[in-house]
């Protein structure tokens, strides 16, 4: 099945997108520009360069896959598989590979993979419905040319004095409110803003989300024999999709109970990766543990907890930072 549709769809709305176990399609956006020599003007352009160490499943092209044909995660992994192997026989026998309107794949002497763009394509949206145009430059000004004319200065000037006035009369109310307005109040206290850091690049290990894990567990996918033929669950699909960044909600320390329900804030296949988020919950004052899930990943839980209005709302306040936080129960 031939899947060079679906990374074109997705390298008009995304920077990144990759190709698991060949390689990454990275958009780089270039402003408008102009040409000089031919006098040629260019809309905004987002080329296309290739980079194969970027060659992780990070869920957005197999998620993609299984959305738009109503498949399983499985089976567009399968399917993304296939395609992968295909093109690597093609390319051990010296054959060139065209992904039509990306670009084309060689191997050279050195046995490395050359890529080259297919530079009449733009994934630019803001440039839709843009193109290149040429427009002869105009005949440039004679600065010795100038005609000199005689102007009466005091109708200039008596109109300057005029808004000098204007902006005094409208300074003297505003300079007096904000003598009279106290400098320690709330008023011009600037507000505090956090931000929070996200690398669309980053290599996650998560389960794609809990209602797919427990579905495919269910099925068989969760024993060693389905965890053998998938290389992992990697990031929930829809991870790196653009979205408005919004300021990071600090959450309160809630006071930790014992209880048979879990706050599940991510599950990985490395210990040593959920090692590192159970520091963190804990550096906020967490309960934080390792629990062992049925599937062999390791789920970390920020706290144990008897009460469901307390799990919830722990679970609401630790969203902003661990998307697709959910609770377990024992």
Not at 7 to 36: A, H, K, T
Not at 100 to 113: C, L, P, Q
Not at 283 to 290: D, H, L, N, P, Y
Request: aromatic share 8%.
């Amino acid at each position: 099945m031939d899947i060079t549709a679906i990374i074109r769809e997705l390298l008009f709305g995304y920077d990144c997108v990759i190709l698991p176990g060949f390689g990454g399609f990275i958009g780089n956006r270039i402003p408008s520009r102009i040409d000089e020599s031919t006098s040629t003007f260019h809309p905004p352009l987002k080329q296309i360069s290739f980079n194969r160490n970027l060659n992780y499943n990070d869920g957005l092209l197999i998620g993609k896959i299984s959305q738009k044909f109503g498949i399983s995660y499985i089976d567009a992994r399968g399917i993304v598989d296939d395609f992968v192997s295909n093109v690597r026989i093609k390319m051990a026998r010296g054959e060139k590979i065209l992904f039509d309107r990306i670009g084309s794949f060689h191997v050279n002497r050195e046995s490395n993979i050359q890529f080259e763009p297919d530079m009449s394509s733009n994934y630019n949206l803001d440039s839709y419905g843009l193109e290149s145009f040429q427009r002869d430059p105009r005949e440039r000004y004679d600065a010795r040319r100038r005609v000199f004319r005689r102007f009466d200065r005091d109708p200039e000037r008596r109109a300057r004095t005029r808004r000098i006035l204007i902006r005094t009369a409208i300074a003297i109310p505003i300079i007096a409110v904000l003598v009279l307005v106290p400098l320690k109040t709330d008023i011009l206290r600037p507000a505090r803003v956090e931000t929070v850091t996200m690398n669309p690049l980053a290599h996650a290990e998560l389960e794609e989300n809990k209602s797919i894990v427990d579905q495919d567990m269910a099925s068989g996918y969760g024993t060693e024999e389905g965890v053998a033929n998938v290389d992992d669950y990697t990031a929930a699909i829809g991870t790196n999709l653009p979205q408005t960044p919004e300021p990071a909600y600090e959450a309160p320390v809630p006071q930790q109970f014992a209880g048979n329900m879990l706050i599940i804030t991510g599950s990985f296949k490395s210990r040593e990766n959920a090692a590192i988020q159970v520091d963190d919950l804990k550096s906020q004052g967490f309960k934080a543990e390792i629990v062992v899930a049925q599937n062999g990943y390791f789920r970390v839980s920020a706290m144990r907890c008897s009460n469901r209005e307390i799990a919830e709302a722990t679970r609401t306040n630790l969203l902003s930072k661990y998307p697709g936080t959910w609770i377990s129960t024992n």
